[in-house]
């Protein structure tokens, strides 16, 4: 079955512990990327990634880390995680080919508080 | 820069009524894609349709149905005759490409039975 999955699914931390959420796709997909969702303001990209060790900033890079070591997997890290970044992140993959019938796919989410 | 627009923060409607979800973009790429998500309240994000800035076509599957107007830079979505498991947040999207989106704030659908 093609999924993407997300580790793990809740998380309360404290502020300045360092954590990494774990995103996997078993698609084959090059193109992965990180979103959070905050009420009243959609979802907003953190960083994608267009292949292996390939990566650049989405709209709110501030805060978070990823890397891209192999195709499978886009972990994403906070290394001081602060009050402000409570909230739903999502990983998504896709082939990004252009064709309409293509899609991004997207993990279940993980929801992340931060005291 | 990108920009979507979603003015209706929340609908509700009765059941059998039909709903029409407001999505307005601005961007400065001649070629760009346009796709509608639905997220229920078991939180996950469903695709519902992806349209690309040349295919101007509206798209109807099943009770859903699309309106894609360049001119006045829309892409409307309606349901007909909305059931209760319609009830979700729905997010209307636009990017260069699949994985680069810009998302709108989300419209809240409830409908009640």
């Known amino acids: 079955e093609a999924q993407v999955t997300q580790n793990p699914r809740y998380l309360i931390t404290v502020t300045g512990k360092k954590l990494t959420v774990t995103c996997s796709q078993n698609?084959?997909?090059?193109?992965m990327s990180w979103y959070r969702q905050d009420p009243g303001l959609g979802l907003r990209q953190i960083y994608y990634?267009?292949?292996?060790?390939?990566?650049d900033k989405g709209d709110v890079p501030e805060g978070y880390k990823v890397s891209r070591k192999e195709k499978r997997n886009f972990p994403l890290i906070l290394e001081s995680p602060s009050p402000n970044q409570t909230s739903l992140y999502f990983c998504?993959?896709?082939?990004?080919?252009?064709?309409?019938?293509?899609?991004?796919?997207f993990g279940p989410g993980t929801r992340l508080t931060v005291l | 820069a990108q920009k979507v627009t979603q003015a209706q923060t929340e609908i509700s409607v009765v059941e059998k009524e039909d709903v029409t979800l407001d999505c307005v973009y601005e961007?400065?790429?001649?070629?760009?894609?346009l796709f509608w998500y639905k997220q229920p309240p078991s939180g996950e994000l469903v695709f519902l349709i992806r349209r690309n800035s040349f295919d101007e076509q509206n798209e109807i599957s099943g009770r859903y149905s699309w309106n894609f107007q360049k001119s006045t830079s829309s892409f409307n979505f309606t349901i007909t005759a909305s059931q209760v498991v319609d009830s979700a947040v729905y997010f209307c999207?636009?990017?260069?490409?699949?994985?680069?989106?810009?998302f709108g704030a989300g419209t809240t659908v409830t409908v009640r039975a």
């Open positions: 999207a636009l990017g260069p490409n699949d994985y680069k989106l810009s």
């Open positions: 961007t400065r790429d001649t070629t760009y894609y």
């Open positions: 698609m084959n997909h090059e193109y």
């Open positions: 998504a993959s896709s082939l990004g080919t252009g064709v309409n019938t293509d899609t991004q796919y």
């Open positions: 990634s267009m292949n292996v060790e390939v990566t």
